[in-house]
């Protein structure tokens, strides 16, 4: 359910503590127009804010829900006591907090059973609250009481205007218990006329199962332990139905202390509790569409795979394709037209073969179960695709929309319902990324090539929090002696499970999952480290350390910051330090982020770039860099070696002649035999590196190598 903007969800690896104001904020939103209160917006959302720390930490917990419960009355405390609140509220944390503080849909159940008990903790403060005003209106009927019997007409008159007007049901009984008088609240409530109340026996007005209860209610107050009690008791209505009631009675005296009568104030709890049922259905459904919710629906799909589930069962989700473009253009109104339009269709074609919910605000998801076969599940949902394809007209605008679905047609028993979630979701993606406004089919050994590199993407940042992290150094030497120059530095993941990753793969892992600022910067922080002990040890002997700088890396506003103090820490000269940037990024990076890399030769840091090519489109910008270096490998290695394609062989000579032609140092990478070194050393080019020299080395390695030489 879309109640508010989708914006300020937790990022990857945030603490929830961390979005907890943002989650309250959001909250405050939803129920911003529908809270009867005079909390200003502020307190308001300071007040969700620690509304939120009690309810994650019970979702994120099983056990007693009593913390939950005291949220709903803390709600009722705080003014909060619109039906239309809760039921924002409600709807809100349904749709949002599994989401937003990335806990697992394992925790729907206990979400459902949260949700119960903010419900019944909201329904009890109500009913206190209610018990409160009634103890106040009896209060107030008892001060007017006493007035009367001194003010006589006056102060009579005055209670008697309280009386009758009050909303809420009031009776006068003698100590015997036979009905003196009842205001009009009271005849509605029970749907009787006053001539037969006033005159009757209290006790012919309770249910017969209840009439022990009202023997000890009375036994109560005629024992002087109390003035008033308070109790649930059923009465008789005019049609012969039970009337449920709270009923607060108070024993007035006279002015000797004597006992003179009873005043009973009644509320209806049939009206209570039928709030509370209305509260908790609304809680399993989406208010947009009148389709069950995802909460419901997950309860729906864990039924299904249960050993009492159908044999096999059709999961559909249609996920509508840049519907956010709606919204934009036309607004959450028509937006919501849009949506119900959406359910429409669907319901027309899956309502008699499967149960259809709202998963999402752009999701809608269809369970069926023991379908005929997978082309006849197809053919609903092209059917479905077909009759979304209609526009919604909204003035001379017809808005249209189209769907990415993804299908899982499998064996139910036994299964995994948030497995089945995520296959689906899976193939959503896979719908997608093949064009949109299309279905896609679940095909596991697609999802098993694909689920190794996601797993491995999603576990980078639980791999540098274990150690599992570790740079290697490549060698780097003069074509000529074979002297060491250089040293590159390799990040290296040693997996415990995929073992060692390769870099590429590493490389592209490290891109997707937003890692590459962090792990750089690590990365950089440990080489230096490394570099600096190897220059304390060997003087002038130790090579420069070289490395690259991600694209992400460059991109950050405290680059220069970053590596000066990473130096100073280190002890690392700058002189010792190459940073190479690939020649891709030359097109990513901003002038000034451009300017950024020149500060840093300022300070001393060799900046060489990597990956030249001929026919680069950004050769004025490379130009206004202050290089030391350029590297090239691939293809015009290549094309040296023994018995290399001339034509080959003459386009590599000719880029490294356009290379020589920026008047710095030439470096040549992934080097395999000596006759590619042979040539590379002949065109002049200054340093060569590659498998030609061996495997990377990790850092003890490296000191063995500088301690023999």
Not at 171 to 184: I, K, M, P, R, Y
Not at 189 to 201: I, N
Not at 690 to 705: C, M, N, Q, W
Request: glycine content about 10%; proline content about 5%; charged content about 25%.
């Amino acid at each position: 359910m879309k109640m508010v903007e989708q914006a300020g969800a937790p990022r990857p690896g945030e603490e929830p503590g961390d979005s907890r104001g943002q989650f309250a904020h959001r909250w405050a939103a939803a129920i911003g127009s529908t809270a009867v209160s005079v909390l200003p917006r502020p307190r308001l959302e300071a007040l969700l804010a620690s509304f939120t720390t009690d309810l994650h930490t019970a979702l994120r917990h099983d056990g007693p829900t009593s913390t939950v419960q005291r949220v709903g009355r803390a709600m009722v405390e705080h003014g909060l006591v619109s039906a239309l609140t809760l039921e924002r509220t409600l709807a809100f944390l349904g749709d949002h907090v599994l989401e937003h503080f990335n806990l697992p849909v394992e925790r729907t159940k206990r979400l459902m059973s949260v949700l119960g008990a903010l419900a019944a903790g909201f329904a009890d403060g109500l009913r206190v609250r209610t018990l409160d005003q009634q103890e106040q209106t009896q209060t107030r009927v008892l001060r007017l009481t006493r007035s009367a019997e001194l003010a006589l007409r006056a102060s009579e008159a005055k209670f008697r205007a309280v009386f009758r007007t009050s909303p809420a049901a009031i009776a006068v009984t003698a100590l015997d218990g036979v009905l003196l008088d009842c205001n009009d609240a009271m005849l509605a409530m029970l749907g009787r006329p006053a001539e037969e109340l006033v005159g009757a026996s209290g006790r012919e007005l309770v249910h017969p199962g209840d009439q022990a209860a009202l023997t000890r209610l009375a036994e109560r107050l005629t024992a002087d332990e109390h003035d008033h009690v308070r109790a649930e008791l059923r009465l008789m209505g005019g049609d012969g139905e039970p009337v449920a009631a709270l009923v607060a009675v108070a024993l007035v005296r006279d002015d000797s202390g004597a006992p003179a009568y009873y005043v009973a104030v009644l509320e209806s709890l049939d009206e209570v509790r039928a709030l509370q049922s209305q509260l908790v259905r609304q809680s399993l459904n989406d208010v947009r569409t009148g389709l069950a919710n995802r909460a419901q629906f997950v309860g729906w799909l864990e039924n299904a795979v249960g050993s009492r589930g159908p044999a096999t069962l059709a999961l559909v989700v249609f996920d509508l394709d840049g519907f956010r473009v709606v919204n934009d253009a036309f607004g959450h109104e028509v937006g919501d037209r849009v949506l119900a339009a959406v359910a429409g269709h669907l319901r027309s074609v899956f309502g008699d073969v499967g149960q259809l919910a709202r998963t999402g605000a752009d999701e809608f998801a269809v369970l069926i179960r023991d379908p005929v076969d997978v082309p006849t599940v197809v053919a609903l949902v092209e059917e479905a695709l077909d009759l979304l394809a209609e526009p919604v007209w909204v003035g001379e605008d017809g808005v249209g929309v189209s769907a990415s679905v993804g299908v899982v047609v499998r064996g139910a028993r036994g299964g995994d319902a948030a497995d089945l979630l995520r296959c689906v979701d899976l193939t959503v993606r896979w719908a997608k990324e093949d064009g949109k406004a299309q279905w896609a089919l679940y095909d596991p050994e697609r999802d098993r090539r694909q689920r190794t590199p996601l797993r491995l993407a999603a576990s980078v940042a639980g791999g540098l929090e274990q150690g599992d992290f570790r740079v290697d150094y490549e060698p780097v030497y003069s074509p000529v002696d074979r002297s060491l120059v250089a040293l590159e530095a390799r990040l290296r993941w040693d997996h415990p499970e995929e073992g060692l990753v390769d870099p590429l793969e590493l490389e592209s892992l490290v891109a997707s999952t937003g890692m590459a600022a962090r792990l750089g910067a690590w990365a950089l922080e440990q080489a230096c480290h490394d570099a600096a002990r190897w220059h304390a040890e060997f003087g002038a002997a130790a090579p420069v350390l070289t490395m690259d700088l991600t694209a992400r890396q460059c991109q950050e506003p405290e680059l220069v910051a970053e590596v000066r103090r990473v130096l100073r820490e280190s002890g690392l000269p700058a002189s010792g330090l190459k940073l190479e940037v690939d020649q891709r990024m030359l097109g990513l990076v901003s002038d000034e982020q451009l300017e950024e890399l020149s500060i840093l030769t300022e300070h001393g840091v060799d900046l060489v770039l990597d990956r030249v090519g001929g026919g680069n489109p950004w050769t004025e910008r490379l130009r206004t860099l202050p290089l030391s270096g350029l590297k090239f490998q691939g293809g015009p290695v290549r094309g040296l070696a023994e018995g290399a394609d001339p034509l080959e062989e003459d386009v590599a000579i000719k880029l490294i002649g356009w290379v020589m032609s920026f008047g710095v140092p030439v470096h040549a990478a992934d080097v395999r035999t000596e006759a590619e070194e042979r040539r590379l050393a002949e065109l002049g080019v200054t340093a060569v590196q590659g498998p030609l020299f061996g495997e990377p080395l990790p850092a003890d390695g490296v000191a063995r190598i500088l301690g023999k030489s």
